[in-house]
């Protein structure tokens, strides 16, 4: 398996490698059945080694200088890759080629065959293989960005899919939600006078329920982080309620807010597992949620201590759900840590934010829970 990732990683070298060695096979075949000598073979290998120098020297400067649009260092070097390649060819000249062929060596003392080298020899070699090692290139970036572009669509068609499974699965909980809402509505309209707990139990479950079926994302499918905070909030107050405020729990908020933006259904779905497999009437270890925001990144984490017996049904999306969606979104961009001791477990989401997408003041502010 390790073989194979790495054959899978460096593809592009051991196609050329296979290419030439498969040339040179069919060469020395061809070289064994016309009865030639073996060591014509290395009278080969002298002969390409300038095309092969020139045209690999070439690959390395454009893909090492054009993506960075350099201009003065790509013609820099350049200039000093013809340099190279002028030294290269004469020494396949002057040293190899009569090593090759059992000839004399000789250096040439004046200076017209050098310029003849120079230019009949080093200079055509240079453009020719040059040219087809900057088509290379463009082939080689072409096929690069299909790759990107599919990997790009791939994430966002994940995402999308994560998506519309949150929106169903939070949606499937719910018996014809709209109806509830109004019903609901209804309720807290009669109920006004009569109990203030109650009507605040049902004002409370009304802004839940608005919240699931109103959608306030931008164009990249984010919302306001405070809107989040807001809808935990109400799902730890409705729990509050449930409990006769019995629940001990913890939430602190460290930071500002004001303009950070991330996609939805992510902090619900933590909350929804520490309430679903933690102790919540334990004032020892309450359940605690600490939502952080600096100017680089937000993290969020929830810590709680396990509960012996029955769980708590939950009606969330699920952590692997959140993990496909945060991938598809935040690619190499987040980290989701999981700490599952024998009798605490503690879960912790970091994102990095871009400067430009939220507005950030040096002002730091912490907040407890408003319940």
């Known amino acids: 398996m390790a073989l194979v990732q790495f054959i899978k990683k460096h593809r592009v070298v051991f196609s050329h490698v296979g290419v030439w060695l498969g040339f040179l096979t069919l060469w020395a075949l061809t070289i064994v059945h016309d009865g030639t000598k073996p060591e014509n073979i290395f009278k080969m290998l002298v002969t390409f080694m300038p095309a092969a120098y020139t045209f690999y020297g070439s690959n390395f400067i454009f893909f090492r200088f054009l993506p ?26 002057f040293v190899l080629q009569p090593i090759a062929y059992g000839t004399e060596i000789g ?44 990997i790009s669509q791939k994430l966002k068609l994940e995402a999308e899919k994560g998506k519309l499974e ?34 605040d139990g049902i004002l409370t479950l009304c802004n839940i329920m608005r919240y699931s079926l109103e959608s306030d994302e931008d164009e990249n499918g984010t919302v306001l982080l405070m809107k989040e905070v807001e809808h935990l909030w109400n799902v730890i107050k409705i729990n509050q309620l449930r409990f006769s405020n019995r629940l001990q729990i ?16 992510v902090l619900i779905t933590l909350v929804e597992n520490a309430f679903k497999h933690g102790e919540l009437s334990n004032k020892e270890y309450p359940i605690r949620f600490v939502l952080e925001v600096n100017e680089e990144d937000f993290t969020f984490s929830a810590f709680n201590k396990k509960r012996k017996g029955p769980k708590e049904t939950s009606h969330g999306i699920g952590l692997d759900n959140t993990r496909k969606r945060l991938a598809a979104a935040y690619p190499e961009k987040h980290t989701l840590t999981v700490q599952d001791e ?18 950030y ?11």
């Open 342 to 359: 024998e009798d605490f477990y503690t879960i912790s989401l970091s994102i990095k934010l871009a400067q430009s997408k939220y507005k």
């Open 107 to 150: 250096i040439p003392t004046t200076v017209t065959p050098w310029v003849e080298i120079l230019m009949n020899e080093a200079l055509w070699m240079y453009l020719i293989l040059s040219t087809l090692s900057l088509g290379y290139y463009h082939l080689r970036q072409s096929l690069k960005r299909a790759r990107e572009l599919k």
């Open 68 to 93: 960075k649009r350099k201009v003065a260092t790509f013609v820099i070097a350049e200039i000093l890759f013809f340099i190279s390649c002028f030294v290269v060819i004469s020494l396949e000249i």
């Open 250 to 265: 913890d939430f602190q908020i460290r930071g500002e807010l004001e303009g950070v933006r991330i996609i939805p259904l």
């Open 361 to 371: 003041t040096p002002k730091s502010i912490e907040a407890a829970q408003p319940f």
């Open 166 to 199: 949150a929106e169903y699965a939070f949606l499937r909980a719910q018996i014809n939600p709209h109806f509830l809402h109004n019903t609901l509505n209804f309720f807290y309209a009669k109920s006004l006078g009569h109990s203030e707990e109650l009507s």
